[in-house]
């Protein structure tokens, strides 16, 4: 069975060989090589895809290890803290945008007299009345427990970045490597 393809060329579109030759107004089923070859049809050779280069190698192994400290960086491994509120561990987490927006509320309440606030955490069926200070205090320390894992996730990557051989990058390990431990607030 021959396996091989053969086109022509011809207002800018390729066309392919189907394997039934029309040559003296007769269809050929199955013609020879040489028959094809005579009514102009090229034999396709694919383009030989060159090996990578250690350096691309290298490469591709460095984005493949920041894309797991990337993916790490955004994984509740990273991102959570432990609410314990009458004996219950509750997961949480808010975003920057969620802090920013959670203080500014808080301020505003102190601003008008109101010593409490009250906690929606809807996705965890609970909702809790807390002494605005204290709350601030707990997204005080939210907000540095976040700060410092985006260090240490920067020192991470930088430090990738460093390294010299594929062996080094993949052997590197960073989960775990330096993180805070996560936060327990006790409400």
Same mark, same amino acid.
Request: net charge negative; glycine share 6%; charged share 30%.
């Given at each position: 069975?021959?396996?091989?393809? =053969?086109?022509?060329?011809?207002?800018? $579109?390729?066309? /392919?060989? *189907?394997?039934?030759?029309?040559? *003296?107004?007769? !269809?050929?089923?199955?013609?020879?090589? @040489? !028959?094809?070859?005579?009514?102009? /049809?090229? @034999?396709?050779?694919?383009?030989?895809?060159? @090996?990578?280069?250690?350096?691309?190698?290298?490469? +591709?192994?460095?984005?493949? $290890? #920041?894309? @797991?400290?990337?993916?790490?960086?955004?994984? $509740? %491994?990273? *991102?959570?803290?432990?609410?314990? &509120?009458?004996? !219950?561990?509750?997961?949480? /987490?808010?975003?920057?945008?969620?802090?920013?927006?959670?203080?500014?509320?808080?301020?505003?309440?102190?601003?008008?007299?109101? %010593? $409490? =606030?009250?906690?929606?955490?809807?996705?965890?069926?609970?909702?809790?009345?807390?002494?605005?200070?204290?709350?601030?205090?707990?997204?005080? !320390? #939210?907000?540095?427990?976040?700060?410092?894992?985006?260090?240490?996730?920067?020192?991470?990557?930088?430090?990738?970045?460093?390294?010299?051989?594929?062996? %080094?990058?993949?052997? &590197?390990?960073?989960?775990?490597?330096? =993180?805070? +431990? +996560?936060?327990?607030?006790? #409400?």
């Amino acid at each position: 069975m021959n396996m091989k393809r =053969y086109y022509k060329e011809g207002n800018g $579109k390729r066309v /392919w060989f *189907n394997g039934v030759l029309k040559s *003296n107004g007769m !269809q050929v089923i199955n013609p020879s090589e @040489e !028959q094809i070859f005579s009514e102009g /049809w090229t @034999e396709y050779v694919p383009p030989v895809v060159p @090996e990578p280069t250690e350096e691309e190698l290298l490469e +591709q192994a460095r984005e493949r $290890k #920041l894309s @797991e400290l990337h993916a790490f960086d955004e994984s $509740k %491994e990273v *991102n959570n803290c432990i609410i314990v &509120y009458k004996g !219950q561990e509750i997961d949480y /987490w808010a975003k920057p945008s969620e802090r920013t927006d959670l203080k500014n509320a808080i301020r505003d309440c102190i601003a008008i007299g109101r %010593e $409490k =606030y009250r906690l929606d955490l809807r996705d965890k069926g609970i909702s809790v009345v807390i002494p605005c200070e204290s709350l601030l205090m707990m997204l005080a !320390q #939210l907000e540095v427990y976040a700060i410092d894992c985006f260090n240490r996730t920067t020192d991470h990557e930088f430090f990738i970045k460093s390294l010299t051989t594929r062996d %080094e990058i993949e052997a &590197y390990e960073f989960r775990g490597n330096g =993180y805070p +431990q +996560q936060l327990r607030l006790e #409400l």
